[in-house]
Every structure is written in C-alpha cells, then in structure tokens.
C-alpha cells in the first residue's frame, strides 16, 4: 500500500518548535519531490516549504525541510511557531525533480494538527 503518515503535530507556545515527520510506506520517498502544505480554520490551503530530488530546497525562513532517506522520511523543523501557523499540515510526494508548490503531487498524506497557543 502506498501512503504517507504524517506525525509530531500538537499544540505549542507561541515561540516554541515543533518537528513533523512525513514517513513514506511503498515507494521511495528518495525518488520524489515532497512539499509541506498547511490549511488553516477557513482558509486555503498554501504550500510551505518543499525539498527536491536533489537536495534543493525552497526558502521559508523559520521552516527547514530535510530527508532522512533511510528511514524514508522526510521532516519539518518549525521554529518561533505564532498562532497564525496555526493549522492542519500535509506532506506530499510529486515524482518530478524540482520543488513546485503548485504542481500536481501524487500522493497526499492525512495531515497532522499544529495548534500555536498560549
């Protein structure tokens, strides 16, 4: 079975970090781009941050992307979160090599809730 699992969501301080974890089960995460997407209470959802084949990354500042290829895994740092990073987080996998927040991606995992309060 193909999907991905996202975990390490919870509920933080303002300022405190979070590191979500994006596991892959049958394929190779290694092999496709993944981005990080996130879809607040009554808004869209937006692209985050995403990390290609070879290691590119797109910038988002208090957000780092990374893989750990053998434990099929790629992770989200959030550092300095604020209650507007409030939201649910997905991870998903395109096979195409270079980050695009707007392509289309092949698989979506089920998303892993960040709640940013005092």
């Known amino acids: 079975q193909l999907q991905l699992v996202e975990s390490g969501g919870g509920q933080v301080q303002p300022g405190g970090s979070l590191r979500l974890s994006c596991a892959a089960s049958?394929?190779?995460?290694?092999?496709?781009?993944v981005g990080w997407f996130r879809q607040a209470p009554g808004k869209e959802r937006e692209g985050v941050i995403c990390?290609?084949?070879g290691g590119g990354v797109t910038a988002k500042g208090r957000f780092t992307i990374s893989r750990d290829n053998a434990k099929n895994t790629v992770y989200l740092q959030m550092n300095s979160l604020k209650p507007e990073d409030t939201a649910v987080y997905y991870c998903?996998?395109?096979?195409?090599?270079?980050?695009?927040?707007?392509?289309?991606?092949?698989?979506w995992g089920q998303g892993t809730l960040v709640t940013v309060s005092s």
């Open positions: 990390i290609s084949t």
């Open positions: 049958g394929f190779t995460l290694h092999d496709y781009t």
């Open positions: 998903a996998a395109g096979l195409f090599r270079r980050c695009a927040l707007s392509a289309e991606y092949d698989y």
